[in-house]
């Protein structure tokens, strides 16, 4: 079955910046979603940025757009988040998580997606 593992979680001052990323294995993802959500303490997990593997239409939150970028690395099947920019309220638990490709509207949804990593911290301190 897939398996995701996130890295590159940890704390910085707000202003810095931090990339994640997630390595997946299983199986190839020619057609899949990737997606990365977050939960914070006390909050409702939220979508943060999606990208299909094939194409590379990316897809991000109002929060984060201009801030944060999803990316591919095909060869190495794992996804990057590039965060800049953080803010205090970037801290959360993120997750990455994968999905069969379909509409459009659906990546943002994180009932969608069978796939998840165990998530990495991160933690923007003010």
């Known amino acids: 079955q897939v398996q995701l593992v996130e890295s590159g979680g940890g704390l910085v001052q707000a202003g810095g910046s931090l990339r994640l990323s997630c390595a997946a294995s299983?199986?190839?993802?020619?057609?899949?979603?990737m997606g990365w959500f977050r939960q914070a303490p006390g909050k409702e997990r939220e979508f943060v940025a999606a990208?299909?593997?094939?194409?590379?239409?990316?897809y991000y939150a109002d929060s984060v757009k201009g801030r944060f970028t999803i990316s591919r690395d095909n060869a190495k099947n794992t996804v990057s988040l590039q965060m800049n920019r953080l803010k205090p309220e970037d801290t959360a638990v993120y997750y990455c998580?994968?999905?069969?490709?379909?509409?459009?509207?659906?990546?943002?949804?994180?009932?969608?997606?069978?796939?998840w990593g165990q998530g990495t911290q991160v933690t923007v301190s003010s």
């Open positions: 990208i299909f593997w094939s194409g590379g239409n990316t």
């Open positions: 299983g199986r190839t993802f020619s057609n899949y979603v």
């Open positions: 998580a994968a999905q069969i490709a379909q509409l459009a509207y659906k990546v943002v949804r994180d009932r969608e997606y069978p796939y």
